[in-house]
């Protein structure tokens, strides 16, 4: 499985933007797909994870009730919307898929990853 990030870039604080990740190579519905960032000098962190059918999603509390996960299995696409961004969103965003929903918070437990997209917030 092949995965494509893009939608990153340079927004200011209080402002939105949406990241898309195009899965290939693969079964895109029978993936559990998920979103990771890492910020200069940290651990990559969850962020948000969602099941194959869209059924089930699961956010951090940072960014709980501020972004919203989706997909479109029909499109192979999993989408990461972002509103009421902030300083510490700034990061470089991971999509990665798994095929289990049993470890969805530990990036230890996906297989695949994109490639990732920069996302900075300005002040």
């Known amino acids: 499985v092949q995965l494509q990030a893009s939608g990153g870039g340079l927004v200011q604080a209080g402002g939105s933007l949406r990241l898309s990740c195009v899965a290939s190579?693969?079964?895109?519905?029978?993936?559990?797909m998920g979103w990771f960032r890492q910020a200069p000098g940290k651990e990559r962190e969850f962020v948000t994870a969602?099941?194959?059918?869209?059924?089930?999603?699961l956010y951090s509390d940072s960014v709980k009730g501020r972004f919203t996960i989706s997909r479109d299995n029909a499109q192979n696409t999993v989408y990461l919307q972002m509103n009421d961004l902030k300083l510490e969103d700034t990061a470089l965003y991971y999509c990665?898929?798994?095929?289990?929903?049993?470890?969805?918070?530990?990036?230890?437990?996906?297989?695949?990853w994109g490639q990732g997209t920069q996302v900075t917030v300005s002040s």
């Open positions: 190579g693969g079964t895109f519905g029978r993936l559990v």
């Open positions: 990665a898929a798994v095929t289990n929903w049993g470890a969805v918070r530990s990036p230890d437990g996906y297989a695949y």
């Open positions: 969602i099941s194959w059918n869209g059924g089930s999603t």
